[in-house]
């Protein structure tokens, strides 16, 4: 099991470009979720997806679109980045409470953004 | 407001030593707290989860505490190795669905 894993690792973009940030699970986790991480800051929900078809927004949404293509992805796309969305990205996901493992978070490695 | 606040920011400790950690929380309606090491330019990987009726939970050195009546979790780290060099971070989840708090975490240098 490759667990949580989002491409890319690093990313530079100018202001006003777009970008999307990939992120796919191979545990069948119902609940997939995008948080930017800052320094001297806990990490902050973006969106998240409770199931395949449906996604909500999180804390600090604005800026950010997401689609979950299906229950493995669950892209995030700028599309318009702005330097205050400098940060890293983590996707992370879990299964069902109740069963085996349900209540644990996994998370990605990790995307380094920088919007010059 | 939902807060998670923890405690100290960062601390250095020498090889062996043990150290403890704490989190303080005012997440409500409470549904679990969990702790998660992060290290440098990693995702972070979870080390305990506990719910409201559990006072502490052990995974290897790293114990967790929590009293939910005063709203305050630690966690405990025995005979510290260079490894445990990281950040520790404490998440509060509310009643209301997936919906996390996480702290600000500490940040642990282990010196041999």
């Known amino acids: 099991n490759a667990g949580v894993t989002q491409t890319p690792k690093f990313q530079v973009l100018k202001t006003g470009q777009s970008m999307t940030l990939q992120c796919a699970q191979d545990?069948?986790?119902?609940?997939m979720y995008w948080y930017r991480q800052d320094p001297g800051m806990g990490l902050r929900l973006i969106y998240y997806s409770a199931s395949e078809g449906t996604t909500d927004k999180g804390e600090v949404p604005n800026g950010y679109n997401v689609s979950r293509l299906n229950k493995r992805e669950f892209s995030l796309r700028l599309e318009s980045a702005a330097p205050s969305q400098t940060s890293v990205y983590f996707c992370a996901s879990s299964g069902i409470p109740g069963q085996r493992s349900g209540n644990t978070i996994y998370f990605g490695e990790g995307s380094w953004l920088t919007v010059v | 407001k939902n807060q998670v606040e923890q405690s100290p920011q960062s601390l250095i400790i020498l090889e062996g030593k043990n150290c403890t950690l704490q989190?303080?929380?005012?997440?409500?309606?409470?549904?679990?707290l969990r702790w998660y090491k992060q290290d440098t330019g990693r995702g972070p990987v979870s080390l305990t989860i506990?719910?409201?009726?559990?006072n502490t939970k052990s995974n290897g050195r790293y114990t967790a505490t929590l009293d939910a009546d005063t709203k305050q979790s630690s966690l405990h780290i025995t005979a510290s190795q260079l490894s445990d060099s990281a950040s520790y971070i404490c998440v509060v989840t509310r009643n209301a669905g997936n919906m996390l708090t996480f702290g600000g975490g500490t940040r642990l240098m282990v010196k041999p």
């Open positions: 545990m069948n986790h119902n609940s």
């Open positions: 506990m719910t409201f009726s559990e």
């Open positions: 989190c303080n929380y005012t997440v409500s309606p409470f549904s679990n």
